[in-house]
């Protein structure tokens, strides 16, 4: 990947002067900078797509639990409730909660999904990638479009910060999940440049502290249900960048309050599972039935 636009000030610039969306940029350096096609580019990230996509169907038709037991009937659930009780935010909104907690459960029964950035964090940008591609109408070339967009966002955020629970917390998971997703759903929508960078400042800027705090070690409690909030937090910031709302903050100094922010926090909440939810009575007794004395 190209690492000489590392801010997302130069990026903004770049894609100003050369009257250029976020995407082409991206797609260009990465061809460069692997020495390929920009077509080549793009089909490696419809495979990505694909396989978004074929995790939700996989996580929509399974109800099977993962090896610890606490994880993987939730999706099915709300299908049923769904079923009889219409979400009182209509269809787009119950399509992204129930790929989130689909991608999500396909994850912890170790099937075959895509990081974005992390596992743990994969069912935040397919959820409201593809329900709302397919509740719109986006066609598969606008959608590799949103997701180079969301990956470019992912590859700045990476120069400063790793997107990694245990060097940041949970905000540099699912908070940058849904930073991306938010850059995407606004990219898919017809957000310019200022809006798509806006939405993610706003999603992002509001996960800033978010604790990595896994029951019994597990990327499943609280990890599993929080990625369709992530994904509908990503979309409410997509609807304020596209009205014209700003984050007085802009992104680049959002990134620095997060890096600051994760140093600062405690290595007890930084994946280690020693404090937080993680050290709860009944967390305690659910480590203890795992993994025994």
């Avoid at 700045?156 to 999940?177: D, M, R, Y």
Wanted: hydrophobic letters at 45%; aromatic letters at 4%; one cysteine or more.
């Amino acid at each position: 990947m190209d690492t000489s636009i590392s801010t997302f000030e130069q990026l903004k610039d770049i894609c100003i002067s050369k009257d250029k969306k976020i995407y082409e940029v991206a797609q260009e350096n990465m061809a460069k900078d692997a020495d390929i096609s920009v077509e080549e580019v793009r089909a490696f990230t419809n495979k990505s797509l694909f396989a978004m996509k074929e995790a939700i169907q996989s996580g929509l038709n399974s109800k099977e639990l993962s090896l610890s037991g606490m994880c993987g009937q939730d999706c099915y659930k709300l299908q049923n409730r769904f079923k009889t009780d219409m979400a009182m935010f209509g269809k787009t909104f119950e399509k992204v909660l129930v790929y989130a907690l689909a991608t999500s459960e396909e994850n912890i029964r170790m099937g075959k999904i895509v990081a974005c950035p992390t596992a743990g964090s994969c069912g935040i940008l397919p959820s409201a990638l593809v329900a709302v591609s397919q509740d719109y109408n986006y066609s598969e070339r606008e959608q590799i479009n949103a997701l180079i967009t969301a990956g470019e966002i992912g590859r700045i955020i990476s120069n400063k910060v790793s997107l990694a629970g245990a060097v940041a917390g949970c905000q540099a998971e699912c908070g940058v999940a849904s930073a991306m997703t938010a850059a995407a759903i606004c990219q898919l929508k017809g957000g310019n440049i200022s809006q798509v960078l806006n939405a993610a400042a706003l999603a992002m800027k509001n996960l800033l502290g978010l604790s990595c705090d896994p029951v019994a070690g597990l990327v499943e409690v609280p990890c599993v249900k929080r990625n369709p909030f992530m994904a509908i937090h990503a979309i409410t910031a997509v609807e304020m960048a596209l009205a014209g709302i700003e984050s007085k903050i802009p992104l680049d100094e959002v990134i620095d309050a997060m890096e600051q922010t994760g140093a600062l926090m405690s290595p007890t909440l930084k994946e280690s599972s020693q404090a937080g939810l993680a050290t709860t009575r009944t967390a305690l007794e659910v480590q203890k039935k795992v993994f025994g004395n």
